[in-house]
């Protein structure tokens, strides 16, 4: 088997609001809200990028696990946003967090969905036995032109997950786990751009809810489950509206989606913002609860898993700060402040 036995996430403790962005830059602020369900977003401050963020959340993650750092035989980390162009985020973060060198590991991209890709390849060297635990990390400071609407909905965060193969020391076991994708031109950053192009309308219905909604399903086909046998479920976020749109569309209810929706309080958090909802849902739990989280990439590509909590949820869980805890503890900022710790000045 392969499960979870450690899992962590880490926020910036810095906010700005829907409105202070829309206020700006002149747009209709109620429109703004109802058409991306986001109330305010994450924050980086200018020290703070996607290894710093990592690091955190790995440290929670091994907090709940309690292990040895050096056991961790591999490391792999998904985001659109590393911090170097030619330099992987794994070698510092595993340096950080005291993991030696006897490791194999990469940096991952596929759009949003490359944090769910990085575990889908530590659990299959986990459940191959290649390894005794892999860290699995999804992390993003997501950036928009300023000038872009999008930059209302781009949040910063990271999310970490420890797999195992000894079924006793799991919080949750990875029952199952298929991927959907496709060819799709929807979004995109070339080399030399230092933001996205946006395809809006293949971004919707070819893409987002195309290869989610196909994921899902092929998903619960395998397993033989449906919506209703499901307690939980956490779709990629990149507005509030999406998710809840497909949430509908396969049947789940509001009180299936609530735990994995966060987006209303961080923004889009990109490749973390699936696994971020994991997490939470993860803080929710009860032993043989079951879950299904699917990812969304660009480009394009759903992760789909199906997961079951087990009897160390309850006793884990709060082993380190809990997602709800992040939520709580904030600073705002005006948007002169949010400018400068982003370095957007242009």
């Known amino acids: ?32 809200k109802s058409g991306l ?29 309690n292990i040895n750092p050096k056991d961790i035989g591999a490391i792999y980390s998904g985001s659109e946003s590393p911090a170097y162009a030619v330099k992987p ?4 973060v595993a340096n950080a967090i005291g993991m030696g060198s006897n490791y194999t590991g990469a940096d991952v991209e596929f759009a949003c969905k490359a944090g769910t890709a990085a575990l889908q390849m530590v659990t299959g060297l986990v459940k191959s036995s290649m390894v005794k635990f892999g860290l699995a990390i ?28 000894n079924k006793n020391e799991a919080v949750a076991e990875i029952v199952e786990t298929l991927s959907y994708s496709s060819d799709i031109p929807d979004f995109w950053r070339r080399p030399q751009m230092h933001y996205p192009t946006h395809a809006e309308r293949f971004t919707g219905e070819p893409a987002y809810f195309k290869h989610t909604i196909m994921a899902t ?23 509030g509206k999406f998710p809840t749109r497909v949430a509908q569309l396969l049947g789940f209810t509001n009180e299936q989606v609530k735990h994995g929706f966060v987006v209303d309080r961080i923004g889009n958090t990109y490749s973390a913002a699936t696994m971020i909802g994991l997490s939470s849902i993860l803080d929710n739990a009860k032993p043989g609860d079951k879950i299904i989280a699917t990812s969304f990439g660009s480009g394009a590509g759903s992760d789909a ?14 082993l380190a700060k809990t997602t709800k805890e992040y939520l709580d503890i904030k600073k705002y900022v005006d948007y002169s402040t949010y400018i400068k710790y982003t370095n957007r000045i242009e």
């Open 305 to 318: 898993f199906y997961i079951e909590a087990t009897d160390l949820i309850e006793q884990k869980k709060r």
């Open 89 to 92: 985020n794994i070698t510092m």
């Open 1 to 32: 088997m392969a499960g979870i036995i450690g899992y962590g996430i880490y926020i910036p403790l810095y906010r700005i609001k829907t409105e202070e962005i829309a206020n700006v830059w002149g747009r209709d602020v109620n429109m703004v």
């Open 217 to 239: 399903k092929m998903l619960m086909e395998k397993i033989g489950l449906k919506p209703s046998d499901i307690n939980h479920v956490a779709f990629h976020t990149p507005n």
């Open 37 to 65: 369900l986001i109330t305010e977003k994450s924050v980086p401050h200018y020290d703070e990028d996607t290894v710093t963020m990592s690091i955190e959340a790995s440290l929670n993650a091994i907090k709940r696990a």
């Open 138 to 165: 999804a992390t993003d400071a997501a950036e928009y032109s300023v000038e872009n609407v999008g930059d209302q909905s781009t949040g910063a965060g990271s999310a970490a997950f420890i797999i195992g193969n």
